[in-house]
């Protein structure tokens, strides 16, 4: 199994999560970004810096993704087909999405997004709190306890 990043976005205190969990599992972990990211010295840790572009960093990891692997990321559509190509996408807020919740995922996202498109101020997520960074760590543990085939 391999961990992977959606890079650009994930939180810094995520990313010391995922540092510590390779380390402890032995697991590689990949972050994928438009932009160089500093990862520590390590031989399971790497940063993968692509072209900028709309959903570049996306492409690779749908592109590099093996059945079995975590994905973590907040893109919606990215954890979409990232479950059909039978790999698991978790979010920085320790939702484990499945195929029954990513469709609800997505048609509230369409929803938010018709919103934003006609000019009603939505806001944005909530910062990343203590009670989120919790929820992803267990939500992680959790997952990597599970028996793989």
Known sequence: MHIWVDGDACPAAIKDILFRVAERTQLPLTLVANRLLRVPPSPYIRARQV???????????????????????EDIPLAAALI???A????????????????ER??????????RGAGVDIGGPAALSQADRQAFARQLDRFLAQPRT
């Open 51 to 73: 072209p900028m572009g709309f959903d570049v960093a996306d492409r690779h990891i749908i592109d590099e993704v093996a059945a079995g692997d975590l994905v973590i990321t």
């Open 84 to 86: 059909e190509r039978g």
């Open 88 to 103: 698991a996408a978790l979010s920085p807020r320790g939702e484990l999405y499945s195929a029954d919740s990513i469709r």
């Open 106 to 115: 997505l048609g509230l996202r369409d929803f938010m997004e018709n919103l």
